[in-house]
């Protein structure tokens, strides 16, 4: 049910992708479902069926629609400024296309977080190399994502342009401020 994948990770198949999540949901004590922790890294392959924002995306694997936050970046929030355009940039890189998706982790929101390849290409460090994401540096260490935000920020690419964009983050904290 799992195979070699890229880099030592473990390429598991949709079946086994399904048996597991079924077999956590039945796993419990007193009746209750629990999940079980997963072994991470693992690789999963699948066609992008949406692009929901600059950094989260749907893909197809056998018949289970996965949602996918992709490792090491934020992207603008929808309704923030670049929001859109860094929706419709991440679509341009992977909407329709065939994915390998190694995935590091789960987030509070029960997506998985990974790399995004496709085409042997990362999604994710198109995105900041573009100006389309910042480098998300409380999540990760990845010293490539954040020399290719370095170098945009230089060049003024994508939201970088703006003399001094928002973070997704800090965009976040304050609609939840004033929502209060």
Do not use: H
């Amino acid at each position: 049910m799992t195979e070699p994948g890229p880099c030592g990770s473990r390429r598991r198949t949709p079946a086994a992708i399904l048996a597991a999540a079924t077999l956590a949901l039945c796993l419990g004590s007193g009746g209750t479902a629990r999940a079980q922790p997963a072994v991470y890294p693992f690789t999963v392959e699948g066609k992008v069926v949406s692009v929901t924002d600059g950094d989260t995306i749907k893909v197809l694997v056998g018949r289970s629609q996965l949602r996918i936050r992709l490792n090491g970046i934020d992207a603008p929030e929808y309704r923030q400024a670049y929001g859109r355009k860094s929706k419709d940039y991440l679509a341009s890189l992977v909407a329709g296309k065939r994915a390998e998706v190694i995935v590091r982790d789960t987030d509070r929101y029960g997506r998985w977080v990974g790399d995004v390849l496709v085409d042997g290409k990362s999604a994710n460090a198109q995105m900041v190399a573009a100006g389309m994401a910042w480098f998300y540096a409380a999540y990760s260490k990845d010293e490539n994502l954040a020399e290719l935000e370095r170098e945009a920020r230089a060049e003024g690419r994508g939201l970088w342009a703006d003399p001094g964009p928002t973070p997704p983050w800090e965009f976040r904290r304050l609609r939840r401020t004033r929502s209060r």
